[in-house]
Nanobody, 112 residues
Framework: QVQLVESGGGLVQPGGSLRLSCVAS????????MRWYRQAPGKERELVAA????????SVVEFAKGRFTISRDNAKNTVYLQMDNLKPEDTAVYYC?????WGQGTQVTVSS
């Protein structure tokens, strides 16, 4: 059974940082591309970042460049999203994706 479990969300002030984690089980994690998406209230889900199976190549979308970093630890079946200099518009539910499966999401709220 493929399962993705996110954690690390919360309430943070503008300019703050959070690190999201996603632990995978039920599939060969180290053979799969992993992605982070987010969905803000009233908006469609959008891609945030992606990383190759070996972790040697990664990319983030334009709004995240210079602020967000995706990484993975294949020994721990975990993918991370480090988010720095957070802005109120980053408020959303953040989802992990892999092997055609979504996690349950973790809420990130950026507010003073």
């Amino acid at each position: 059974q493929v399962q993705l479990v996110e954690s690390g969300g919360g309430l943070v002030q503008p300019g703050g940082s959070l690190r999201l984690s996603c632990v995978a089980s039920g599939f060969f994690f180290s053979r799969n591309v992993m992605r982070w998406y987010r969905q803000a209230p009233g908006k469609e889900r959008e891609l945030v970042a992606a990383i190759t199976s070996a972790g040697d190549t990664s990319s983030v979308v334009e709004f995240a460049k210079g602020r967000f970093t995706i990484s993975r630890d294949n020994a721990k079946n975990t993918v991370y999203l480090q988010m720095d200099n957070l802005k109120p518009e980053d408020t959303a539910v953040y989802y992990c994706w892999g092997q055609g499966t979504w996690g349950q999401g973790t809420q990130v709220t950026v507010s003073s």
